[in-house]
């Protein structure tokens, strides 16, 4: 006698077992924790020093230790969160004396992303940017602070696949994580108002449309000279809220 299987079962129980189980990927539970870990630490709904129990991550979301540990794994090598020794992790602090080197890094990278997408672009490659940046814009409009974050983040990893190199993507894409947590530090308590704040994203707009322009054209050196410019524009914001924030916490004289 012919033994039962999936596709004729005798015990339809048994069946829908093991058809539930075929109908699993391998490693959705490790995705599903690790992006809405990672949005949540990029969003501050997480802030810098926040701990995370792998018990209570489990209860959370319903699956095992495994797949928790493997995405808290991923989410340390993007340095968003430190591992604790049998204690699970805690989300990174942005230590100032990290700056320096972090905009070394994202410049070197931003330039060797422009130089290459320079060479390299499809039109479908600078549809995507142009789409990315007018979302940019519409999010300024609005005020929308979060979205701004996300739109500028997806324009500059759409420049990164432009360019065709995946490890050098890669490694972009973690400084942009880290920066991106940044920028939402300093506009969380830097808020969107004002000639200044309104100059500064139109500014930002500008430039991703030179970027654009200079992909287009293939001019490989003035994208790196751009790649510079905008790194710089970010750059001086950010010194800018750290020295505003030093001067806020002097004593009055």
């Not at 320096?100 to 931003?110: H, M, N």
Request: charged letters at 25%.
């Amino acid at each position: 006698m012919p033994r039962p299987s999936a596709r004729n079962p005798k015990n339809p129980t048994r069946a829908l077992a093991t058809v539930t189980r075929i109908g699993r990927p391998k490693g959705t539970g490790t995705q599903r924790v690790y992006e809405k870990l990672r949005e949540e630490i990029l969003t501050l709904r997480l802030p810098p020093g926040a701990e995370l129990s792998e018990t209570a991550l489990e209860t959370r979301f319903g699956i095992s230790r495994t797949p928790v540990r493997e995405a808290l794994i991923r989410l340390s090598s993007e340095g968003l969160i430190s591992l604790l020794p049998n204690r699970g992790a805690r989300v990174t602090s942005i230590d100032v004396s990290d700056i320096p080197q972090l905009f070394e890094a994202l410049e070197l990278c931003q330039r060797a992303a422009m130089r290459w997408a320079a060479l390299r672009r499809t039109p479908e490659d600078l549809a995507e940017m142009r789409r990315l940046n007018q979302e940019f814009l519409d999010a300024a409009k609005r005020g929308e602070t979060e979205r701004m974050g996300d739109t500028n983040r997806e324009f500059h990893l759409a420049v990164a696949r432009a360019c065709g190199n995946r490890y050098l993507s890669a490694q972009y894409a973690t400084l942009l994580a880290v920066s991106l947590r940044m920028a939402r530090t300093v506009f969380a308590y830097a808020p969107m108002s004002g000639e200044s704040a309104e100059g500064y994203y139109l500014e930002v707009v500008r430039q991703h449309e030179q970027m654009i322009a200079l992909i287009e054209a293939r001019d490989v050196e003035g994208g790196d000279a751009m790649a510079r410019t905008h790194t710089q524009l970010f750059r001086d914001r950010v010194v800018r809220y750290f020295n505003a924030s030093l001067a806020a916490d002097l004593p009055s004289p």
